[in-house]
């Protein structure tokens, strides 16, 4: 199959754009200036043949911001590339509205790399497809419009990358098919690393290794890919690639390379296909369902024998707005053409009055190339009645009424008869985008069509939102849907990994997840979030104030977004687009009487507005009397934006008077002073002051921001501690810390003299927020030397200082000082009446007491801490969030993983719903610990990853080490030493940097230790858990995990052939185990002296040693380290000559590691059941 590259006025010329943008006439490059020049090429291009409007090329060449007297720069740079094509070629036309350039779309290299896409998916033969797609393919020379950098061509540019990945993904499935898997290896394999969380292409690659001879590669790629999965998107492989994973496991037959080319049906693609390549509109994900079924219609259109009574008569797509009809619809048509079939299309436009202007849109130009046969085929009645609309057919002076008179059924019929005639000869497709949008006789022609079809091959492919559609065209809809004469495809918000595909860019999982709340899985609100700044309202509790909120959205919506918007106002009157902004203003929910005042606009009026703007579906009804929101908040944010500025003060000002006699609160009321005080108006000051305390336990950063202008408000010498530390106290619960200590530094000189306690309050801030940024040095001693101050504080003040000074010691593994600092806490805490302070002592003193070993003691006050917690309802939660903390690490250490659990997921929720974010990192490497130690080991890397993500929004690195330290810990687990040693590196300060051990947790220390061993470096393992611990002690380990370490140490000394110094670790880990400490803990000591026993062929004994050792771990739940100890309990039982119990061992710990998804863990087992010598 061939295609041409000349065409009727292009002959012998050929355009590039799949690399450098060229235009080749007989072999030689013509010029075509500079690259704003070549981009107006590109332009035109994309649409050769078609007219591209002034302000279309425009958009393309500038973007939101062209110059000024852009037209006559645009007219230029046309004038120049006509006489670059050269005097005998007139290309370049000019057409209303517009220009062409009139060229076989085929001497473009891009629309021949679709066409021969295209032929290679219709075609059956795989030897043709196989020809097809490397011929397409070849067409590439590069990056496509290399050089060119417009935010359009960008644009651009990202799609046809996706279409060039697809089709070499469709040519690896056929490649695949004809046996050359061997070749495709290293390519997959290559293009793997550029698109690494793909699953089709995974899933081939798997199979190329898999055929080569290479299953074990082709199986820990399977791995290697659910791994990333989950840390980048918090899921697992889809159903297709397990199911490729478990044959290749069992060696399926199926799955064998074909000695000669098979049936196509044979070997389908491995892996399902991933969404198709998206048009210029915009990438289309998570429709391919819907497209199989709407193009499986074309082809059943096209092979159908002609009769109409049992055929569907087309198909339409509904959904809300920006749920992706139009894309959609989109690629229906380009699969339509490509399949052969007359496209007639046309899109709908509030602002078009004109009756049947969208249908004469669709047929003006078949109607203008076939007059002669329209002449000859239709009567003459139906002639001149179409010459109303069709100016073409028209005879001179009219001898019918218009368009605008004339009856509807004659206009019907005559359309009817026009659209049947047009059909007779071309099997044809009317398209009707945005169906909601057009005139009313259009719609009534639609469902006169759906209910009388015509007599031709035609299909109608429409288009529209259910909410916004005539009654009598959705009856005529509905009712040829349940008679099977119309296919309905409603488009459902997009799932989350869907919506993950649509933005790659979006990094965090919690920020993604944010982003599908706000959106609900609405491409186009998805697509807008993503452009705003990462920091941007990840939380739930405390996201933008909305377009009223100046801060809000700091960057504004795209333009793209904005003008779709606003272009739904269009053809509306001035008064009540004035509505539809005074709602903006407002914010949402809104009622009619305050808009009205807003708007200024009499009641009735505003009714009238509000009506217009709801069958628009700009806003809708909530049920409650007059009281109305929009469609999406997003929605509301490009209706405020689409203001003007001096408007929407006088605006603000008129609510906030509404607000106050309304007798609303000042929290209803700050948002609009925010955007219309003066400098220096004392009673805005003091409202958003006051208001700002209203929100600060809900909304911390609106607090800080509301207190913030307050205080510019006021005039510059204006003193205001109480305010300092409001603000204060609002950025650090928010989580912005070097804010925080930013303007603390600032402030606190200028306290007046003898404000003491103020001084204290604010000290303890500032250490508080030195520590969590990780300067502990400076925190001791900004709060030691206020507690030696001359000045006696009051006890609540005393508590809080005495308890930050604890919390340091903790951080820093001081846990004898932190004992001391804390007990002292409890008292002050106590003599102040406060029982925030009295539990968040409690729960200090119950981690610094497990930590240092004083179990007795250190659960008396854990029980005393997690009760006072369980008596709290979560609304009073918020105010013992550091304790939450504390509790929780103390029953991790405890072993209490469940109990954790459910402190730590009621802390989260409640940092979420109240937007207290600064202890979200600590929060979530507590949990992220209680999950690995369960064995839940994708829970325990998710909730690690969400520690990353929270200590970036802090600007915190203190707290990172120890959620890395779990993530490398999993890695350790699934077998990724190599990966494990790159994140235990990037938190470990080197032995001469000048960070301190305690900026990277300890355990971060051991697990690289950990890597160490399993890399074959005993040495440096041991060095760096001694390291870490300070000392053969282990001091620097919280007592309960010790036991845990002196089984690695353990570990590398029998590995470097040291059975005394193994011996002599045992028994230190022996001797770190309390009776009275946790369970657990006497597990790991049972492990090591296993190990050792083992170590001397000791079989039976160390067997017991280690069954022991798993029973007392899966008492406490932590499956992964049972199946570790009966690892070896199976390997001593072998050393003993007792195959059926190492048998039983070993397949017991294969089962629990691969429930956990321990690869290495369940590797080795596999591997001790087929060889037990290996």
């Known amino acids: 199959m061939e295609f041409g590259t000349g065409g ?7 355009f590039t754009l799949l690399g450098d943008v060229q235009a080749v006439a007989d072999g030689r490059p013509l010029p075509l200036g500079p690259a704003r020049q070549r981009s107006v090429l590109v332009a035109l291009l994309i649409d050769a043949g078609h007219v591209v409007t002034v302000d279309t090329l425009m958009e393309r060449v500038w973007g939101d911001g062209p110059p000024q007297r852009a037209r006559g720069t645009l007219h230029a740079y046309l004038s120049r590339l006509r006489n670059a094509f050269g005097p005998g070629r007139q290309l370049l036309a000019r057409r209303p509205g517009g220009y062409a350039l009139l060229v076989d779309p085929l001497t473009v290299d891009l629309n021949r790399f679709r066409a021969h896409t295209a032929a290679a998916r219709r075609t059956g033969d795989d030897r043709a497809r196989e020809a097809l797609f490397g011929r397409a393919l070849s067409l590439w020379r590069g990056e496509a419009c290399a050089g060119l950098e417009t935010a359009w061509i960008s644009g651009l540019r990202e799609v046809l990358h996706q279409e060039r990945f697809l089709a070499r993904l469709d040519h690896a499935d056929v490649r695949l098919r004809l046996g050359d898997h061997t070749r495709l290896v290293s390519e997959l394999s290559a293009l793997a690393d550029r698109y690494p969380l793909d699953e089709r292409l995974a899933g081939q690659l798997m199979l190329a290794l898999y055929r080569s001879g290479r299953s074990a590669d082709a199986l820990q790629h399977f791995h290697v890919i659910r791994a990333r999965l989950a ?40 892996v399902a296909s991933p969404p198709s390549a998206p048009s ?81 849109e669709a047929l003006a130009d078949a109607v203008a190339a076939g007059e002669r046969r329209l002449r000859a ?48 000869s071309d099997r044809t497709v009317l398209v009707i985008d945005d169906l909601h949008a057009a005139d009313e006789a259009t719609s009534e022609l639609i469902a006169y069509l759906l209910r009388r079809p015509v007599r031709a091959r035609l299909l109608l492919a429409l288009a529209h939102r259910p909410r916004q559609i005539t009654p009598r065209l959705e009856q005529a809809l509905a009712r040829s849907a349940a008679e099977g004469r119309l296919v309905r495809s409603e488009l459902a918000p997009l799932s989350r990994a869907d919506a993950q595909y649509l933005c790659p860019s979006v990094r965090g999982r919690r920020r993604l997840a944010w982003m599908y709340e706000v959106s609900g899985g609405n491409p186009l609100y998805l697509e807008c979030l993503a ?108 209706v405020y934006e689409g203001a003007d500025a001096g408007w929407l003060i006088g605006a603000h000002i008129r609510a906030e008077e509404a607000l106050r006699l309304a007798g609303a609160p000042p929290s209803a009321r700050a948002v609009h002073v925010l955007c219309s005080a003066r400098a220096g108006d004392d009673a805005a000051a003091a ?19 509301w207190t913030e202008q307050a205080l510019r408000l006021l005039p510059p010498e204006v003193q205001r501690p109480d305010l300092w530390a409001q603000r204060t106290d609002a950025l650090h619960r928010a989580g912005h810390l070097r804010e925080s200590r930013e303007f603390l530094r600032t402030v606190m000189p200028r306290l007046p003299a003898g404000a003491a306690e103020q001084h204290a309050r604010l000290v303890v801030s500032l250490a508080t927020t030195e520590w969590l940024l990780g300067e502990y040095d400076g925190a001791i001693g900004l709060l030691l030397e206020e507690l030696s101050g001359a000045v006696t504080h009051s006890p609540g003040t005393t508590a809080d200082l005495q308890a930050a000074v604890a919390s340091v010691a903790v951080r820093t593994a001081d846990f004898d000082t932190a004992v001391r600092w804390a ?73 209490h993983h469940h109990a954790a659990l459910r402190t730590l997921d009621r802390a989260l929720r409640m940092s979420y719903r109240t937007g207290h974010h600064v202890l979200l990192c600590d929060l979530f490497a507590a949990a992220a610990y209680a999950y690995l130690f369960l064995g839940r080991l994708d829970e325990a890397d998710a909730h690690a990853e969400d520690a990353l993500e929270a200590a970036s929004f802090t600007g915190s690195d203190e ?50 230790g950990q890597t160490m061993l399993l890399t074959g470096d005993p040495d440096g393992c041991a060095a760096l858990t001694l390291r870490a611990g300070g000392g053969v002690d282990l001091g620097r380990f919280e007592a309960p995990m010790r036991p845990l370490w002196y089984s690695v140490l353990t570990g590398a000394a029998l590995a470097r052939d040291d059975p005394g110094q193994a011996a002599e670790w045992s028994r230190r880990a022996a001797e770190s185990a309390d009776p009275d400490g946790p369970r657990p803990q006497h597990g790991f000591v049972a492990l090591t002296r296993a190990e050792n026993l083992l170590a001397r062929r000791d079989g039976a004994p160390a067997a017991r040693l280690a069954h022991e050792a798993a029973e007392l771990f899966d008492a406490n739940a932590m499956s992964v380290y049972a199946a570790s100890a009966r690892l070896t309990a199976g390997r001593a039982w072998f050393v003993d000559a007792r195959p059926d119990l190492a048998r039983e061992q070993l397949l017991r710990a294969r089962r629990q590691a691969q429930e956990c998804g321990a690869h290495a863990l369940g590797q080795a087992a596999e591997s001790l059941l087929a060889d037990p010598g290996a």
Request: glycine fraction near 10%; charged fraction near 20%; include cysteine.
């Open 8 to 14: 009727e006025c292009g002959t012998g010329l050929e």
């Open 231 to 270: 840390e980048e998107l918090g899921c697992d492989p889809g159903p297709a690639l397990r199911t490729l994973h478990r044959r290749l496991l069992t060696n399926d037959p199926a799955l064998t390379a074909p000695a000669t080319e098979p049936p196509a049906a044979e070997a389908p693609p491995a």
């Open 280 to 360: 210029a509109r915009g990438r289309l994900v998570g429709r391919s369902a819907e497209l199989r079924t709407l193009t499986g219609l074309l082809d059943d259109f096209i092979t159908q024998d002609g009769a109409r009574d049992a055929a569907p008569l087309g198909f339409d797509i509904l959904g809300e707005p920006g749920m992706g009809k139009t894309r959609l619809l989109d690629e229906v048509v380009r699969a339509a053409r490509d399949r052969g079939l007359t496209v007639l299309h046309s899109t709908g436009a509030p602002s078009d009055p004109h009756p049947y202007g969208v249908i004469v």
């Open 377 to 424: 085929a239709l009567p003459t009645v139906t002639v001149r009645v179409l010459g109303t609309l069709f100016p073409v057919l028209a005879d001179g002076p009219a001898t019918v009424p218009g368009p605008a008179t004339t009856e509807r059924h004659w206009l019907h019929r005559s359309l009817a008869s026009l659209l049947e005639t047009l059909a007779m």
């Open 531 to 638: 452009r705003l700044p990462p920091h941007t309202a990840v939380g739930t509790g405390d996201r933008p104030a909305g377009p009223a909120d100046p801060h809000g959205h700091t960057d504004g919506l795209p333009g793209a977004v904005r003008a779709d918007v606003l272009a739904e106002l269009s053809g509306l009157p001035a008064a009540t687009v004035t509505v539809a902004r005074a709602a903006a203003v407002l914010g949402d929910p809104f009622d009619a009487a305050g808009a009205a005042a807003v708007a200024g606009t009499a009641f009735d009026e505003t009714l009238t507005a509000l009506d217009a703007l709801a069958a628009r579906d700009l806003v809708r009804a909530t049920g409650d009397a007059q009281r109305f929101r929009f469609r999406h908040p997003l929605v509301r944010t490009a």
């Open 687 to 705: 409202l958003l002051a006051r208001a700002a305390r209203d929100v600060l336990s809900t909304s911390p950063s609106t607090s800080a921001r």
């Open 823 to 895: 007990r002292r806490s409890l008292r002050s805490a106590t003599c102040a009446g406060s029982a925030p302070q009295r539990n968040a002592a409690l729960g200090l003193l119950a981690l610094a007491r497990t930590s240092a070993g004083d179990y007795t003691a250190a659960r008396a006050d854990l029980e005393r801490a997690s009760a006072a917690l369980e008596q709290l309802a979560d609304e009073e939660l918020q105010d013992h969030l550091g304790t939450c903390v504390t509790v929780g690490w103390s029953q991790v250490l405890w072993g």
């Open 959 to 1008: 707290p990172s080490s120890l959620a890395g330290a779990v993530k490398a810990a999993v890695r350790l687990w699934r077998g990724q030493v190599e990966e494990a040693r790159r994140i235990c590196t990037s938190m470990v300060p080197s032995q001469g940097s000048d960070r301190g051990p305690s900026t990277a947790r300890a355990v971060a220390l051991g697990v690289l």
